[in-house]
């Protein structure tokens, strides 16, 4: 299986700041990654797919970049609605896995 | 609109069953892969299974194989997930979520649409 880290595990923020979240594959998954976000009690969203395409009605200030084992999901000014739980999730081989998540709190 | 609304949730004693079900709208269901995340408590996303959009090509994670099986009913617009031989670690949010017909493998994602989840509790 392939295993997906993150990392930080936890960030503090304020408000307008420039958020970067890395994802790293244990193998190489090209392109086929996609970013979630998940606020609590709630299902979790798509944001990015394919490592950086935007899904429709996604704020542009989300980006995603990288390819082969290592991604960022960056968000370029925190807003306050942004404070959630973020994962990783590869799509290139069967298992499909998730990341362990990154909790965005505020600062 | 797409809409996802999962039910079937509920306390199960260990070794019992339920049957989850996924109704959906506001898109072509026969063309979208299909699959069941879950989420424990506090703990992170396992997708447990997928089913192509004809319902012939399915998937499991080798935690639920053998005691999940997943199905589709296109002309109800509906996601089944009959599980069996319940175990205290299947204590979850169970969530169906869709994944595009074209360009992607039936159980890779990307998962656009979720539903709100339910609620699998399974204890004495």
């Known amino acids: 299986d392939i295993q997906m880290t993150q990392s930080p595990s936890s960030l503090s923020a304020s408000v307008g700041d420039r958020v970067t979240i890395t994802c790293r594959a244990s193998q190489s998954i090209s392109s086929y990654l996609n970013w979630y976000q998940q606020k609590p009690g709630k299902a979790p969203k798509l944001l990015i797919y394919a490592a950086s395409s935007l899904q429709s009605g996604v704020p542009s200030r989300f980006s995603g970049s990288g390819s082969g084992t290592d991604f960022t999901l960056t968000i370029s000014s925190l807003q306050p609605e942004d404070f959630a739980t973020y994962y990783c999730?590869?799509?290139?081989?069967?298992?499909?896995?998730f990341g362990p998540g990154t909790k965005v709190d505020i600062k | 609109e797409v809409q996802l609304v999962e039910s079937g949730g509920g306390l199960v004693q260990p070794g019992g069953s339920l049957r989850l079900s996924c109704a959906a709208s506001g898109f072509t269901f026969s063309s979208y892969a299909m699959s069941w995340v879950r989420q424990a408590p506090g703990k992170g996303l396992e997708c447990v299974s997928a089913i192509s959009g004809s319902g012939g090509s399915t998937y499991y994670a080798d935690s639920v194989k053998g005691r999940f099986t997943i199905s589709r009913d296109n002309s109800k617009n509906t996601l089944y997930l009959q599980m069996n031989s319940l175990r205290a670690e299947d204590t979850a949010v169970f969530y169906c979520?869709?994944?595009?017909?074209?360009?992607?493998?039936?159980?890779?994602?990307?998962?656009?649409?979720w539903g709100q989840g339910t609620l699998v509790t399974v204890s004495s």
């Open positions: 999730q590869q799509g290139s081989s069967i298992p499909p896995t």
């Open positions: 979520a869709t994944t595009p017909g074209d360009n992607y493998d039936f159980w890779s994602g990307p998962f656009d649409y």
